[in-house]
């Protein structure tokens, strides 16, 4: 049975645009996670800790080995915490 030629340069289209999208994809996930693999199965311990990594750090993925929080990091919560309303 002779192979129809003229039926592989679709595939050939297709198959190179599904790898260029599956490519980008990946690419544009971890430019926005800063080189890291994306989460999954976020719970509210994660959410918690995603805010304090944004609020330490300006960025949910950001991470620091100083022990020094920036300016601003203890009145930067929606919760208060007792502490400066004396």
């Not at 289209?13 to 080189?35: E, I, P």
């Not at 990594?53 to 080995?65: A, M, N, Y």
């Amino acid at each position: 049975m002779p192979v129809p030629w003229e039926a592989l340069i679709p595939f050939a289209l297709l198959t190179a645009m599904f790898g260029t999208a599956g490519t980008l994809l990946n690419v544009s996930t971890k430019a926005q996670n800063q080189g890291k693999a994306p989460r999954y199965r976020i719970d509210a311990w994660d959410q918690m800790m995603m805010d304090r990594d944004r609020r330490l750090t300006g960025h949910k993925r950001g991470q620091k080995s100083t022990t020094e929080t920036p300016e601003g990091y203890k009145t930067s919560s929606v919760w208060y915490t007792g502490e400066g309303l004396e």
